[in-house]
Nanobody, 123 residues
């Protein structure tokens, strides 16, 4: 069992940066592949990035590749999403997830979810 809590969201101007954190609990945190998803108003939840249990492998959606960086610190039971060069279209609620197979882009493949944190990018 893993509990996840996101933080770090906020409002930023286009071109700015934010770093999201996902704090986990539970002894099995370090065994899970994890990911970030986002959901904009009126749209389906979409995959953003994934990271293997060790942090040695990462995978990104085309829309964020080169701008976002996913990482994790298993000793701190925390996953991060560094978001640079933000665009208005990045505006969404961002969710962290755990328990899926590494690289899975389907939200249904992840067993554990945080409550989400709002990111708003103004133009």
């Amino acid at each position: 069992q893993v509990q996840l809590v996101e933080s770090g969201g906020g409002t930023v101007q286009a071109g700015g940066s934010l770093r999201l954190s996902c704090a986990g609990s539970g002894r099995t945190f370090r065994t899970y592949a994890m990911g970030w998803f986002r959901q904009a108003p009126g749209k389906e939840r979409e995959f953003v990035a994934a990271i293997s249990w060790s942090g040695g492998s990462t995978y990104y959606s085309d829309s964020v590749s080169g701008r976002f960086t996913i990482s994790r610190d298993n000793a701190k039971k925390t996953m991060y999403l560094q978001m640079n060069s933000l665009k208005p279209e990045d505006t969404a609620v961002y969710y962290c997830a755990a328990g899926g197979s590494y690289g899975s882009v389907q939200s249904r493949d992840y067993a554990y979810w945080g409550q989400g944190t709002q990111v708003t990018v103004s133009s």
